[in-house]
């Protein structure tokens, strides 16, 4: 694994991932997905991993989403790409995943960060952790099947509210609609992740994949490609610009509607 971004480590039949981005609080970039990719497969195809854990690297956060500085000038047509690779390569890789996947929200959970843990097929958050989609704060729609997940684990009224006012919910407000599973004390998250797992372990593998693809199968719709249709689209407005302004510039938006 290449792991220039990302820490990778197989401890008893466990592959431990920790996004390791800690000054950008984990955004993904390309480098960094590109290196989930491989991790994905290394899991899928290695015998010896029984389960994957993904958290991010330092107290502050998870993932804080999509690095919005690489795709500040991006086209329609650009924008619709990033989010079909990462549907492919990351995204629905983990949620088709022959393996289970844990991801331990060890701080804020945002956009694709969100969106990562939603595709895990449990979560488990620290008592600090904040959870949500605020792609409409930067003029965009959540990308990496932020509109599907959120929908599916939570229902359609709450993921509305959800995503469009961009607030985020603490820990306990997630696990009280089901968002996660658990939430433990931050020093904890790893250790709660792992005893699940074990748990996992002791059972038969083949059941194992057979369940998470019977449950997988359940969930499937074209959902997602209106999703990254319109996600494309909105790259296409003056007010993605102007979102994406005022983040880099850290000030308040102003949004005109087109
Ligand atoms: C790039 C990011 C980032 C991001 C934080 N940083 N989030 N860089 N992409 N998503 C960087 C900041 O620019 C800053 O770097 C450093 O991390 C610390 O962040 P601050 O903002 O200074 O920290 P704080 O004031 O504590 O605020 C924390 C925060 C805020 C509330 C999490 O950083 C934030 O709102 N981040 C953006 C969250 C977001 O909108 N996510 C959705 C992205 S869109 P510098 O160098 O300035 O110090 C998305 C689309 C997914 O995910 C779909 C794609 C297909």
């Known amino acids: ?3 220039q971004n990302l820490i990778t480590a197989v401890r008893e039949n466990i592959l431990y991932i920790t996004i ?3 000054k950008a609080l984990n955004a993904l970039n390309k480098a960094t997905l590109a290196e989930l990719a491989e991790a994905i497969t290394f899991a899928n195809t290695t015998d010896e991993v029984r389960g994957v854990i993904i958290t991010g690297s330092g107290e502050k956060a998870f993932v804080a989403g999509a690095d919005i500085k690489e795709f500040s000038d991006y086209t329609g047509a650009q924008g619709e790409e990033l989010a079909r690779k990462g549907h492919e390569l990351v995204f629905n890789a983990i949620e088709n995943a022959k393996k ?5 929200i060890n701080g804020f959970a945002l956009g694709g960060g969100l969106e990562l843990a939603m595709a895990c097929h449990i979560r488990v958050a620290a008592e600090s952790a904040k959870l949500g989609l605020p792609e409409v704060s930067l003029g965009l729609i959540p990308g990496y099947g932020g509109t599907q997940r959120l ?3 939570v229902g359609k009224g709450k993921a509305i509210e959800m995503i469009i006012t961009a607030n985020p919910i603490t820990a306990h407000e997630a696990e009280k609609i089901g968002l996660v599973n658990y939430v433990v004390p931050q020093s904890d998250v790893i250790a ?3 005893e699940i797992l074990n748990f996992v372990k002791k059972r038969a593998p ?3 994949s057979a369940a998470l693809k019977a449950v997988v199968a359940s969930l499937n719709n074209e959902g997602y490609q209106v999703e990254t249709t319109l996600f494309g689209e ?4 003056e007010d993605f610009k102007e979102g994406v302004a ?3 510039n850290k000030r308040p938006s102003v949004f005109l509607g087109k």
């Not at 909105?234 to 407005?237: A, L």
């Open 246 to 248: 005022a983040f880099v």
């Open 206 to 208: 083949l059941a194992v």
């Open 20 to 22: 390791n981005r800690e």
């Open 192 to 194: 709660k992740a792992t």
């Open 234 to 237: 909105c790259f296409e407005t």
């Open 151 to 153: 929908t599916q684990l």
């Open 1 to 3: 694994m290449t792991d």
């Open 100 to 104: 289970p996947f844990i991801a331990a």
